[in-house]
């Protein structure tokens, strides 16, 4: 090869040879600049290949690139939403509510797809009186595709408390339907068929559940109160009992069993079930030895009953109920001493009271004229009072007046039939 033609075959040097080297090369008078344009030629388009396919490549690695770049910032923003819902539940537990409400709505943010979420969201509002926004995240829980029975619950407690209650009672319904074990459920739909007036289907779903959950004392006192509610007081007492078994004694259900047997006139087991808690508690609950003074006295230990109010009554003058047990069961013990005390502290709040209590306190002493003076001038003010009319009747037949005091019997009977003297 002449030196002309391996200067001509130098890569890259395709102009060396001008127009006229390239016509020759076509025409043929040329062969060995031929071949050298030919490796030259092949050359340069390996490298236009190599160069396409890496420009291909790289265009097919950028959407690619974006989505693995997407689905980290979303695995990012789930673990910070988890983070912020536990500090969120945190803040919810310790009563935090409106630091509880900022930080769950920023994890709603990070994170839809947590129903947890999104039920303290709308509980937090709830607590803080925002029942709007309480509603918004529920709303926005549903938007995103949850259904859970924890959102049906709170969907209920919200409609609940704008007083929809048949709305509330559709909700609460639901929840049980997705969470049939949990006791919550059935406590809240119960109380709300209460509050609708409702107490039918509320005792039936009671009776259903107190199976169900055997060892729920809270399902056991709520069929108790709607139990009373209906009247029943029999069946209200048999559920507190069985509450009070099943809470182990708890203090408040056994008080609420106590007062109810005492109401119901089961006075030995009202005494059994109160006295451990008058005598064990600090408490000086009125309704409990106001009770326990009562049944003492049905029972015929008016001393017992005077012993109950003894250490009450000094530092509650105002309880009058109390008082007057007081002056009574003194009077019955023969204590007319501490009984003219306790009747002073009730004339001066209660006159019709007083004058009663006061005709009792002469008639003990047999002061018969006295009492029934009292008790003619009570009756003319207060005509329709059955007791004034029973208590003159055993003052006038102490007078041998047999025919009066019939008439002021019979006149009791009308005005409260059924009770005796």
């Not at 388009?45 to 265009?59: F, P, R, S, Y």
């Not at 509980?123 to 549903?142: M, Y």
Request: with cysteine; hydrophobic share 45%.
């Amino acid at each position: 090869m002449s030196r002309q033609a391996s200067l001509l075959c130098k890569p890259g040097d395709f102009s060396a040879a001008g127009p006229e080297g390239r016509n020759r090369t076509a025409q043929g008078k040329a062969p060995g600049l031929e071949r050298c344009d030919r490796r030259a030629l092949k050359g340069r388009a390996k490298g236009l290949v190599v160069l396409a396919l890496a420009t291909i490549a790289a265009g097919c690695q950028i959407p690619a690139h974006h989505e693995a770049r997407q689905q980290a910032e979303q695995r990012w923003s789930e673990v910070r939403a988890r983070v912020k819902l536990q500090l969120g539940r945190q803040q919810y537990e310790g009563g935090v509510f409106e630091e509880a409400a900022a930080t769950l709505a920023e994890a709603a943010a990070l994170d839809s797809k947590q129903p947890e979420t999104f039920v303290l969201l709308a509980r937090a509002n709830l607590e803080l009186g925002h029942p709007a926004s309480a509603q918004k995240a529920v709303d926005a829980a549903r938007a995103a595709g949850l259904d859970t029975a924890d959102l049906h619950y709170t969907q209920a407690v919200i409609l609940e408390q704008r007083g929809d209650l048949d709305a509330a009672i559709a909700e609460y319904r639901q929840a049980r339907t997705l969470d049939a074990g949990q006791v919550d459920y059935v406590i809240a739909l119960a109380e709300c068929l209460v509050s609708a007036h409702r107490e039918a289907e509320a005792a039936q779903l009671l009776e259903e559940s107190v199976h169900d959950f055997d060892e729920s004392a809270s399902i056991a006192a709520l069929a108790g109160h709607v139990a009373q509610l209906m009247g029943d007081a029999e069946r209200a007492a048999t559920y507190f009992g069985q509450a009070v078994v099943d809470a182990a004694d708890d203090p408040v259900l056994a008080q609420q069993l106590g007062l109810l047997l005492a109401r119901i006139g089961r006075c030995e087991q009202a005494v059994a079930v109160l006295r451990p808690i008058a005598t064990s508690s600090e408490s000086d609950c009125g309704a409990i030895r106001r009770a326990l003074a009562q049944c003492e006295m049905s029972l015929g230990d008016p001393i017992a009953a005077r012993t109950w109010l003894l250490g009450y009554v000094p530092d509650h003058p105002r309880d009058i109920a109390a008082q007057s047990l007081l002056a009574q069961a003194c009077i019955e013990a023969d204590d007319l001493k501490t009984a003219d005390i306790a009747i002073q502290a009730v004339e001066r709040r209660d006159a019709s009271a007083g004058a009663l209590l006061r005709a009792a306190w002469h008639w003990q002493q047999a002061e018969y004229p006295a009492a029934a003076g009292i008790l003619y001038d009570l009756l003319e003010r207060v005509p329709t009072n059955a007791d004034a009319y029973h208590l003159l009747c055993a003052v006038l037949e102490r007078q041998n007046q047999p025919d009066a005091a019939q008439d002021c019997l019979d006149r009791a009977a009308q005005l409260a039939p059924g009770t005796r003297r």
